[in-house]
């Protein structure tokens, strides 16, 4: 049994770096907001902290169990988020959605990094809400905390 | 046995990313026989009309399929009368009109329904929903150890204040095969009516309803070689007979006045609107070919799979099996994990090699719970399957525990 390139594209290794050393993994303590979000059709879950202050992201850690696609999508939308503003922390997950549904985006608007690598999930369907959870919790989140 | 049986199946014959399929998602839902998609067919060529009304030649004929395709059904679990035979959209449908039907009309404040943890969330949502609107108390019992249901746990949860067991015939995760017969016993000597979700026992087990007791039992036909959107509520004649309608409109009334109306007698009065007749056709081709091959070949065949499954899938390092390890005591299903590779990576990894099977909670949430899971991988066999494609999944399940182990 070999494996063809698309499953090669699926799970890049930078992917697979993320989902077995996740960054910020964990919960924030003070002054967070908390976002819980489950994906019912699989179980896949999320518990998101953010720390929002003067209309930026200063800290953001997550918790949960799913699959490879969605816990490094947490862990690197995490990593993306930390230092940004609000409105560019939620253009980044537009970007991010669009990216999923294979739609344009302004490509040279912000350096994705690590984020790039999710691109190959757009080609399975039935990933794409594996990779999303992180993000729609994160939308939400830093909504509450403005 | 069941020799060349994939030539009836079309849609097997395919390759799927560049392998040929191999279809082990029948608890999800079964692939269909050409008989069946052949029988819709000439159904909505030829004879296709609306049923129990008009009075010319089409809707005669309509209606003979309609309510032959009742009769197969009522042949193929051995109810005493086609009275008791109802059609509705699905186990889940059959289930939510007892809850409705029965329950609502015969619980008060305090009665216990009796469950199970392996339940499908369609055999424990309804009873959950009735429960909190009765003030009902709804009690689980919890499986063994090896994932079995053991009497005196059975015995130890119905109590006299019961009114209502419902459990699986097998269940979907574990594949448990349960001793229906048994906890009617025990049901019907606390007074309280056993219903039975038959949707993974039905395309698998023969099933005789007056040998088992039970009161109610719903199964689906996508399950056992039908057309989905077909399902089958069985109810005892007389427990029918005392149960309001619970859609009403057209098909079901009887005398219809400004202020009052009254019902058809059974089946009818639980069948509002224009029925699934295409449907039910598809499903009595169904059962005509479940009973060609017959019902103890079909279960012969899956033991006999799944003993071979639990034999290659256990030469797995890392490999976790749910359910009982005795082939015996389940139908033809297995459930598993692989250490560190996440069930929807396996699933992803094996489609990508032509290979179906179900990952997720499986609609068990309760019991993932109990497995202290969150998701499980699930491979699921039928009458069309055979070693080679356990093969195939066992090679498959080698390859993506390596791919993720050491590729990365």
């Known amino acids: ?146 | 046995m069941i020799k060349d049986i994939k030539r009836y199946f079309p849609i097997l014959n395919q390759e799927v990313n560049g392998y040929p399929l191999i279809y082990l998602d029948s608890a999800a839902t079964s692939q269909k026989p050409i008989q069946v998609i052949e029988a819709m067919k000439k159904y909505y060529e030829f004879d296709n009309s609306n049923v129990h009304r008009g009075v010319h030649t089409l809707g005669n004929r309509a209606t003979d399929a309609y309510e032959g395709a009742r009769e197969k059904v009522r042949n193929f679990i051995n109810a005493k009368s086609m009275k008791e035979i109802i059609f509705t959209r699905g186990t889940t449908t059959s289930i939510n009109t007892v809850a409705s039907g029965y329950g609502r009309q015969n619980l008060k404040e305090g009665d216990e329904i009796v469950i199970s943890i392996m339940e499908h969330h369609a055999n424990l949502i309804p009873w959950q929903q009735l429960a909190k609107e009765k003030g009902a108390i709804l009690n689980y019992i919890e499986p063994e150890a090896d994932g079995t249901l053991s009497l005196e746990k059975v015995r130890a949860t119905i109590t006299p204040n019961t009114k209502i067991v419902s459990i699986a015939m097998a269940s979907n995760v574990m594949g448990t095969i349960n001793p229906i017969k048994e906890i009617t016993k025990i049901a019907h000597e606390n007074g309280a009516i056993m219903v039975v979700d038959a949707a993974q026992g039905a395309p698998h087990l023969k099933i005789d309803v007056q040998d088992l007791d039970c009161d109610f039992l719903a199964f689906s036909g996508h399950k056992m070689c039908g057309p989905t959107g077909i399902g089958v509520l069985y109810g005892k004649q007389t427990l029918l007979e005392n149960m309001e309608p619970v859609e009403f409109g057209g098909e079901m009334i009887d005398f219809v006045g400004l202020h009052d109306s009254t019902w058809k007698e059974l089946p009818w009065k639980f069948e509002g609107g224009t029925p699934i007749i295409a449907s039910a056709v598809g499903l009595g081709a169904a059962i005509d070919f479940l009973n060609e091959i017959g019902l103890e070949n079909i279960e012969a065949h899956e033991h006999k799979l799944a003993a071979y499954a639990l034999d290659q899938l256990e030469t797995i390092d890392g490999l976790t099996i749910y359910g009982p390890r005795d082939a015996n005591k389940r139908c033809g299903l297995v459930t598993f994990n692989l250490d560190d590779v996440h069930p929807h990576d396996v699933a992803t990894v094996l489609d990508m090699n032509g290979i179906a099977i179900r990952a997720g909670h499986h609609c068990a949430q309760p019991l993932m719970k109990w497995l202290k899971v969150t998701a499980t991988a699930r491979a699921s066999f039928y009458m069309y399957n055979d070693e080679a494609d356990i093969d195939a999944l066992v090679t498959g399940l080698r390859s993506a525990k390596e791919y993720f182990n050491d590729v990365f």
């Open chain 1, 1 to 146: 049994m070999s494996f063809n390139k698309n499953l090669d594209q699926l799970y890049r290794s930078v992917i697979m770096d993320h989902y077995k050393n996740p960054r910020n993994k964990g919960s924030l303590e003070e002054d967070s907001v908390t976002i819980d979000m489950n994906n019912p059709t699989c179980g896949d879950r999320i518990h998101l902290t953010l720390k929002v202050e003067a209309g930026i992201v200063k800290d953001a850690k997550f918790d949960g169990e799913g699959c490879s696609i969605s816990m490094s999508s947490a862990s690197m939308m995490t990593q993306i988020i930390k230092g940004k503003k609000i409105e560019e922390a939620l253009e980044l997950a537009d970007i991010f959605s669009k990216m999923m549904l294979g739609e344009e985006f302004d490509v040279d608007k912000y350096d994705l990094g690590d984020v790039e690598a999710l691109q190959g999930v757009a080609k399975f369907p039935a990933r794409i809400k594996c990779a999303t959870l992180a993000w729609k919790a994160m939308e939400k989140g830093v909504k509450e905390g403005e």
